[in-house]
């Protein structure tokens, strides 16, 4: 411990009169490197003239140093010190007497109790020091280069260092290897990285890629295009002293989306691991059960909301985003609405001026026509007034969702905590998401039926009868068409789909009799 004191020695750093030896300071706390405080500092800086001379500029001048403490600066920009004699790193303001001494306060309490404690440090570990905001507040925890760990002296639990869902002592050694990374990218300047870890990710890169170019269910937290680009990069390192720390840096924040991902997959679990993207396993939490009315809405709807809801639930397996995924989610449903948006302010002009013909032509015609004037001019004022909805709801969602495009995984968990229900679930959103397009196949409805009536404006039985026909076989054949092309779709998926699995459990309950009856209540 003497030599502990020794080193610790208050000295003024040279910036003012010393006060801090009346400072109070609460015993450091543990934390992690995720809990960081560093993007969340407030900072204030008023400019005032400089007086200088020549040797401001000369090479390697980095203004006031202190003592015991070296001074590195990260490649982001921010100041940290190093004090290889005691290992211990700080990202205060060791310039500032204050603070200084608010630092030597603490490892003064942290050193002497884990001397307290019969705890022998090795020369691959360090301790990490951490002012908060508040005046007497301090953080710590200790990193072991070796391992590539961070640890504690003592005891510690999950719940209270805000590490969750850990399922086994495995998946926390991940975590808290993935938490080495993190402060690893913070700290990167002062500590030589052991070259196998570059190999080690150049492996993991190289895996990635393959793995996502041959898969579109793969777990890797990286595009095949981002693995490419990150590749490149760090096969090119030199290694040498000026570029080292940048590239330590570089390659611990890519470690870190990968440990995140192992973490967050179970990797190496006994139990085995999630093998595919879209694989759910079981934590514990009761799936949302589908509403009762949501199918029946999803059939009004054209089966819309059943579609979007699986993107979604494909989307958000055990609440896991990716970044390629949630841009593609995306840039789909912009263009899906650029497109609708696009035909419903067409076919809008077309319901007005459908409908202005009809209303300037009406009392030239006998009964039959008048009648179908009412039906038709109705008709084309519904569909104007939903294609103007479907407009309006597309613009305002192409304006919600086209900046996510170029946005992370991050904005997708926190836009669809924001969206989830805690009664329905996703299915509001689902419904939400589908509307445009709902709406505009309502108004093509809307639509084929003003012209209809238009077609059938005539006295002439045979004229009638003739137009009559042709407009059965051409829905007939529409709705043949679309049967066929949603022939692929699972029975719950969509409208049509639903509809002749209906169709068919009706003919088979009041035609079959005996064991057909048994299939038939198979089919419902």
């Avoid at 850990?166 to 926390?172: F, G, H, I």
């Avoid at 030589?192 to 990710?201: D, G, I, M, T, Y």
Wanted: aromatic share 10%.
């Amino acid at each position: 411990m003497d030599n502990i004191t020794n080193t610790l020695k208050i000295t003024s750093t040279g910036t003012g009169t010393s006060h801090y030896s009346s400072e109070r300071l609460h015993f450091p706390r543990k934390t992690t490197p995720s809990q960081s405080l560093r993007y969340c500092r407030s900072k204030s800086y008023i400019p005032s003239p400089q007086r200088f001379g020549p040797q401001i500029s000369l090479r390697g001048h980095s203004g006031e140093t202190v003592p015991s403490w070296s001074q590195y600066v990260h490649p982001e920009g921010l100041r940290y010190y190093y004090n290889s004699s005691l290992r211990v790193v700080t990202d205060a303001n060791m310039n500032n007497d204050r603070i200084y001494g608010l630092v030597v306060l603490a490892l003064q309490h942290l050193l002497a109790w884990v001397h307290a404690l019969d705890f022998k440090r090795g020369d691959s570990q360090e301790i990490v020091l951490e002012l908060t905001e508040e005046e007497d507040g301090c953080n710590y925890y200790m990193v072991d280069h070796e391992l590539q760990t961070i640890f504690y002296a003592d005891e510690a639990n999950t719940e209270d260092l805000d590490i969750r869902n850990m399922v086994s002592t495995s998946q926390l050694n991940l975590e808290l290897q993935r938490q080495y990374w993190v402060y690893l990218e913070y700290f990167p300047m002062h500590k030589e990285l052991n070259p196998s870890a570059r190999l080690h990710l150049i492996g993991m890169l190289n895996h990635s890629t393959i793995d996502t170019l041959s898969s579109n269910n793969s777990t890797s937290v990286l595009s095949s295009s981002q693995s490419k680009n990150y590749l490149d990069i760090i096969q090119n390192f030199t290694g040498a002293p000026e570029s080292r720390g940048y590239e330590t840096c570089i390659i611990a924040r890519v470690m870190e989306d990968f440990l995140r991902g192992r973490v967050i997959h179970f990797y190496g679990e006994a139990e085995g691991a999630r093998l595919a993207r879209r694989e759910y396993i079981d934590e514990g939490e009761e799936a949302d059960p589908q509403s009762f009315w949501f199918k029946p809405v999803s059939w009004l709807l054209f089966g819309q909301p059943s579609k979007k809801l699986q993107l979604i639930e494909a989307l958000t397996v055990n609440s896991i985003f990716y970044k390629d995924s949630w841009k593609e989610f995306n840039a789909s449903h912009v263009s899906e609405w650029k497109r609708t948006t696009t035909m419903a302010l067409t076919l809008m002009i077309v319901d007005i001026l459908s409908i202005t013909y009809l209303y300037e032509s009406q009392g030239k015609h006998q009964i039959i026509s008048n009648i179908m004037f009412q039906i038709g001019w109705h008709a084309g004022a519904m569909s104007a007034m939903s294609c103007f909805g479907s407009l309006i709801l597309g613009l305002t969602a192409i304006s919600v969702h086209e900046p996510y495009c170029s946005s992370h995984a991050g904005d997708a968990a926190s836009y669809f905590k924001n969206a989830y229900n805690e009664v329905y679930g996703y299915q509001p959103l689902a419904i939400v998401l589908g509307l445009p397009y709902v709406m505009l196949l309502w108004a093509l409805l809307g639509t084929g039926v003003t012209f209809m009536s238009l077609a059938l404006r005539n006295e002439n039985i045979w004229s009638m009868s003739i137009l009559g026909s042709v407009v059965l076989l051409m829905v007939g054949l529409i709705i043949w068409a679309v049967r066929a092309l949603h022939s692929g779709e699972r029975e719950e998926g969509g409208v049509f789909s639903s509809l002749c699995s209906t169709v068919v459990a009706i003919r088979n309950n009041v035609f079959c009799r005996g064991d057909a009856s048994l299939k038939s209540m198979d089919i419902v």
